[in-house]
């Protein structure tokens, strides 16, 4: 039987695990906001705009305020955050959209081109597309394809990987689709496969 004692000097002697919540402070340049919203806003509409997305502040000069993030906002890291929230607390239906200066004209890339009709074709052949991992090992890389070791060449390794099965960037498909093969060797033949990367 535990001792009543011990219970009541438990009980008050727990600390609470409950983390303080408390408001963090970022400083704003009214110069910033106005760039990235293209708008000419000063400091004391901008002020008004916090306080309608929620967000005390401190006019600091006629360019600069202190901005007081409450911390149920985790969201908020940058200074671009709080200018997005004053573009939502404006309205997005009140920004006047604008031709950029600059004409561009997008175009897909000539190798993605060719990718896309090799692709196509294999798959007219009645071949399956396999699409593995980038990050493999040296063993699948190598060893399992009976590559000696002067043959190897410099292949990039992460720095702090996660596991040893995903270590190092292939530097060519042949282990990945291997790798496909073994692991669906239960299947029938042939196995048409192929991969584009």
């Not at 060519?172 to 299947?187: G, I, R």
Request: glycine fraction near 4%; charge should be neutral; include cysteine.
């Amino acid at each position: 039987m535990l001792n009543f004692t011990f219970i009541v000097k438990f009980y008050f002697e727990m600390k609470s695990t409950s983390q303080i919540m408390q408001t963090k402070a970022m400083e704003l340049s009214v110069s910033y906001v106005n760039k990235i919203l293209g708008m000419k806003f000063d400091v004391n509409e901008i002020q008004n705009l916090l306080i309608k997305a929620g967000m005390e502040s401190k006019i600091i000069n006629k360019n600069r305020l202190n901005v007081f993030i409450p911390p149920y906002r985790t969201d908020i890291l940058h200074e671009m955050d709080i200018a997005e929230d004053i573009a939502i607390a404006y309205g997005y239906e009140n920004f006047i959209p604008e031709i950029p200066k600059i004409w561009t004209s997008g175009q897909e890339d000539k190798f993605q081109k060719f990718c896309n009709k090799l692709r196509n074709l294999m798959l007219g052949l009645n071949f399956q597309e396999s699409m593995s991992l980038i990050l493999t090992n040296r063993e699948n890389l190598f060893k399992r394809m009976n590559i000696k070791s002067e043959y190897t060449g410099d292949v990039v390794e992460t720095e702090n990987a996660l596991s040893t099965e995903h270590d190092v960037v292939r530097n060519y498909l042949l282990p990945s689709l291997m790798s496909f093969l073994e692991t669906n060797k239960t299947k029938g033949y042939p196995q048409r496969i192929f991969e584009i990367g």
